[in-house]
């Protein structure tokens, strides 16, 4: 019994901190074996603004120098250019009756600089999105807004955090 409520305590508690997070995420599964997990924050360094992309999926990774496309709700195309930052893995082991199958995960971070105007562009919703990756790119599209408007509520923290020092 004890164990349960320290497992249900965990669980609450790992819950509240995604939804504290500064980060906008999706799981996107077309066919089982490509499928990812995107999370998407937003960070100031100096005087710019980048959008911080993380992936996680069994073979997907970012390019050295990716590319974001992103199609507005009201038909804009904007192309990001960015930087890998960072890549990962971890491994676990499934046990499935007398087997243990071993289950992998790669994780990959890269930063795309957007200016202030082209924030202003993402509020009106994201449509569709295209990262460049390898072994090939990611690609989705949205019947309604999950990330635009949540990445410019982060860039305004991010802006007012600068002026309110």
Known sequence: MKRVL???LITI??????VYAQTVSY???PLAAEGCTMR???SRQNDSYYIIATVKSDRLLFLNEPTIKIRTFNGEVLTFSGKAIGNGSSSVGVISGNLVLPVSE???????KVTEEQFEQ??????KIRITMTPMNHERTFTKDKIGKKLYKFYIKQKEQEDSF
């Open 6 to 8: 320290l497992l249900i």
């Open 122 to 127: 993402i509020k009106n919703g994201v449509a």
């Open 13 to 18: 508690c790992t819950l509240s901190f995604e």
């Open 27 to 29: 799981t996107y599964k």
């Open 40 to 42: 998407y924050s937003v």
């Open 106 to 112: 790669i994780s990959s971070t890269a930063q795309f």
